[in-house]
């Protein structure tokens, strides 16, 4: 890994590293728990999802009525309503939610997979496609290891993808505050 100069970190990230390292260590933790306990991590990123899909729809639905033609205006607040409807059905059955949220997971990997698949052998006369193809035949693995577990992989795939995502995340707030501390 290359460090940083002195230089090349702006002053006021040079001065607050502590806060890349305290977020850093927040999310490590926050991810850890949520692998220790994917089903919980895995309800609440469906209520996460819920609040979004409603505050979107309310967003939406105000949109529509600034509107001037009435098919625009029925359109965006058929939108919002449609939205706001799927955010409270995330939050009447989150397990449920979870799992077509899953089965939509798992299927966009495996259209992935094969994208990058068919990508990499387009591109087998020049750059390093075969990193290309690797990365096609995981997603493909991934999307394919979530199918054959479905319904029953809903319970915990997107409490893993959470948690990984911010011990990931975390590794590199935490790495970024202490190569800021290290470029003071």
């Known amino acids: 890994m290359v460090m940083p100069s002195a230089a090349s970190v702006p002053q006021e990230f040079r001065g607050h590293w502590g806060w890349f390292v305290g977020l850093g260590v927040l999310m490590i933790v926050a991810g850890l728990i949520a692998l220790g306990s994917v089903l919980m991590a895995t309800v609440v990123s469906v209520l996460v999802v819920g609040i979004m899909m409603i505050a979107s729809g309310i967003v939406e639905i105000v949109h529509g009525f600034r509107m001037k033609g009435w098919g625009q205006f029925f359109l965006w607040i058929l939108i919002g309503i449609l939205y706001v409807v799927a955010g409270l059905f995330a939050f009447s059955n989150p397990l449920l939610a979870a799992g077509a949220l899953t089965l939509v997971l798992g299927v966009s990997l495996i259209f992935a997979g094969v994208a990058r698949i068919f990508l990499a052998m387009q591109m087998r006369s020049s750059s390093p496609w075969g990193w290309v193809l690797a990365s096609g035949a ?18 915990y795939v997107l409490g893993i993808f959470l948690g990984v995502d911010l011990v990931v995340a975390g590794v590199a707030w935490l790495s970024a505050g202490l190569a800021f501390k290290r470029a003071t």
């Open 138 to 155: 995981i997603t493909l693995l991934l999307g394919a290891a979530i199918l054959i577990r479905w319904p029953v992989s809903s319970l």
